[in-house]
């Protein structure tokens, strides 16, 4: 097994230009290792319905998008604090937001790039 995998602000870069690509709007909200960080990916679909989705490793070595922190809007401060807190255990950690529309569609179509 090899780890042919992008280095992180590669591959942040690449989702960001699918997101716009899909008249989405993509921002990053911490910035971790360059090389090899962690990266978490918050989905909004047009303001709200936001969903915080992580690539976790797999027995087979490959790593796969698994939603974290089911987030409703009325529960932004705790979000933002799980965030930070993440970030702050974490510092390698990559958060990027995604407002973009169909976000489980997105989701499954970057596992599929996987």
Partial sequence: MSDSRLPAHLEIGAIRRLIEAQGGFASVLFKGERDAGTIMLLTIENGTSAQLYERMPQMDGSRQWT??????????????????KRHASDPDLWILEADIADPARFIESLSALS
């Fill in 67 to 84: 939603l974290s922190l089911p987030k409703g809007i009325e529960t932004y401060r705790e979000f933002s604090e799980y965030c930070r």
